[in-house]
């Protein structure tokens, strides 16, 4: 925002571990970028836009040791003085006012994460319209009610893995060295209502509180199982796996296409393990927010807890899951123009980027939420 007030074969045999290749994967990931739409601890009801008119912002974010200075880095015992967790990424948001109380707006984010691995790419969306219902009167607020569509994307994610011999099979003696998952992704609805009350002529103060629905997925889960033979691998039920040839020269590869079936339920199912999953969400928090005909300053914290049902399997099992974190996130803005600004930010999380990719979360990796982490940006707003 400018510095104003107003101011996105069959085969019935065989026994081999699908969840140990998917587990294979998930262990060893470094989390991506809690689930709330990017940024939404800076929510208002309070647009300020006359018709036609509106805002944008073009920002880098990062995270490395050189832009570390709450030390984060160095307090993590397993990649301290490594580039891993390092994040590098830029984004473009617009807004506009359709009618002095009617506001749509959108961006688009690129995220590149430094994974023990390879770097995980991934390109985030959202979309929103606002309504303002009332203005503030005295100690009654400006009330605005807000509806958003936001999701994430890869275009996949790769993991190798040690040889892994299967045994028992329409595929027995044959290696898995590789797995990768094709166009992970995740999308959510959210609806939100906020309250925001003028302190002052220069601040203000808004409260929100929300919630929506998650849904995570991805499009195919493809295993190298030697002799650089890739299978599409699915499981109808969890009495079925099936592969189908994807890359691979037929002449060589053992089977283009199989289908095991067993009479006990040892396959993952249509939810692959839990990689694919519904959740839903609330949250609420609040931002502070000054400004001056050239300088501006926001300070914004959000709290939000996930409902998985995933997370009472890993309850029950011992394993560690998060479902919750915390969000704090402050702005300093210059504007040495007449609709062109400047602005510095940084954002720290309890848990390390939790759900903001919400498919980047699953049973296998949940344990590596543990962390705090947080992100800085700089870039240009400006006003039209």
Not at 141 to 161: C, D, M, S, Y
Not at 255 to 270: A, M, Q, R, S
Request: charged share 20%; with cysteine.
């Amino acid at each position: 925002m400018i510095l104003r007030s107003k101011f996105v074969s069959e085969r019935k045999t065989g026994r081999w571990c699908i969840a140990f290749l998917i587990f294979a994967w998930g262990s060893t990931e470094c989390s991506l970028q809690a689930i709330g739409a990017p940024l939404d601890e800076f929510l208002t009801a309070q647009r300020g836009y006359p018709p036609l008119h509106g805002e944008f912002e073009l920002s880098l974010d990062m995270m490395n040791n050189k832009v570390d200075f709450a030390n984060l880095r160095d307090k993590d015992l397993e990649y301290a003085n490594t580039n891993v967790g390092d994040y590098k990424g830029g984004h473009l948001s617009a807004g506009l006012a359709l009618t002095r109380r009617l506001w749509i707006d959108g961006s688009i984010w690129s995220r590149v994460l430094q994974t023990p691995q390879d770097p995980l790419d991934g390109l985030s969306w959202q979309r929103s319209i606002q309504y303002q219902m009332t203005i503030n009167l005295g100690k009654l607020p400006a009330l605005g009610i807000r509806f958003t569509q936001w999701g994430n994307w890869a275009k996949e994610v790769n993991r190798k893995t040690s040889s892994i011999t299967l045994d028992g099979t329409a595929m027995e003696g044959t290696s898995v060295r590789n797995v990768r998952l094709e166009k992970p992704g995740d999308e959510q609805t959210q609806l939100d209502l906020i309250g925001t009350w003028n302190i002052g002529p220069r601040d203000s103060f808004s409260l929100f509180i929300g919630g929506g629905t998650s849904q995570i997925g991805f499009k195919k889960f493809v295993a190298n199982m030697g002799r650089d033979c890739e299978y599409s691998l699915d499981s109808p039920s969890k009495y079925e796996l099936t592969g189908q040839l994807v890359s691979g020269d037929a002449g060589i590869c053992q089977l283009i296409g199989f289908h095991i079936v067993d009479l006990e339920p040892k396959y993952p199912g249509p939810d692959m393990l839990n990689m694919r999953y519904k959740a839903t969400y609330h949250h609420f928090g609040g931002t502070y927010l000054w400004f001056t005909d050239r300088w501006r300053f926001r300070a914004g914290a959000r709290y939000e807890r996930v409902n998985r049902q995933m997370d009472e399997d890993l309850k029950n099992s011992g394993i560690p899951y998060y479902d919750s974190n915390t969000i704090i996130s402050t702005e300093f803005g210059y504007k040495p123009f007449k609709s062109i600004g400047f602005f510095l930010r940084t954002q720290m999380m309890e848990h390390q980027l939790l759900s903001e990719v919400p498919f980047s979360y699953n049973k296998y990796t949940s344990s590596r939420f543990n962390r705090q982490y947080g992100l800085i940006s700089m870039g240009i707003q400006g006003g039209f």
